[in-house]
């Protein structure tokens, strides 16, 4: 079986609580993604997520339960913003 995937555009703040980013755009590929990413302002830092369609990824602490993260996606950083 295929999975399908869509390829989502965050900016990351330096908070280190969860989630410390939000979303500014999804697309079909990647391509399309890094377009987008190469194009934004230089004073954010941005994560790009390839995030699978009718699946959850959602991390859960295994003795407290609480949801802490995401699993099984692929991620890339990229820091333009002034290194906070």
Same mark, same amino acid.
């Given at each position: 079986?295929?999975?399908?995937?869509?390829?989502?555009?965050?900016?990351?703040?330096?908070?280190?609580?969860?989630? $410390?980013? =939000?979303?500014?755009?999804?697309?079909?590929?990647? +391509? #399309?993604?890094?377009?987008?990413?190469?194009?934004?302002?230089?004073?954010?830092?941005?994560?790009?997520?390839?995030?699978?369609?009718? $699946?959850? =990824?959602?991390?859960?602490?295994?003795?407290?339960? +609480? #949801?802490?993260?995401?699993?099984?996606?692929?991620?890339?950083?990229?820091?333009?913003?002034?290194?906070?």
């Amino acid at each position: 079986m295929t999975k399908d995937y869509v390829w989502g555009i965050f900016v990351a703040n330096s908070s280190s609580h969860f989630p $410390n980013f =939000f979303p500014i755009g999804m697309y079909t590929t990647r +391509e #399309l993604a890094m377009k987008q990413i190469k194009a934004l302002p230089r004073e954010h830092h941005y994560q790009l997520l390839q995030m699978p369609l009718n $699946n959850s =990824f959602a991390y859960y602490h295994k003795k407290s339960g +609480e #949801l802490v993260g995401m699993d099984a996606i692929h991620h890339e950083h990229f820091h333009f913003g002034d290194g906070s």
